[in-house]
């Protein structure tokens, strides 16, 4: 019997914007729309992070306003 891939959906890609590592050593990055901070660090080797642009498939963040939530719980 002959059986044939299922052929997998092509998945659009777009120029997305993104936090990278300055650490030579580090390979991590975010994308900008799921940072919480508006310059963030590197939250494996505590190194500041550079934007950038990459290739990637596209993701929807719902939550558009994450910058500005509120961090913490203030206790009075």
Known sequence: MY????????????NTAIWSCMEE????WMRDN?????????WKCQSPMVSSMKMLPLLVNTN????????GVQIS
């Open 25 to 28: 050593s580090c390979m991590c």
């Open 64 to 71: 558009n306003d994450v910058k500005t939530l509120k961090k």
């Open 34 to 42: 799921f940072a919480f901070d508006y310059v963030p660090t590197c």
């Open 3 to 14: 059986f044939r891939k299922k052929s997998l959906e092509d998945i659009p890609h777009e």
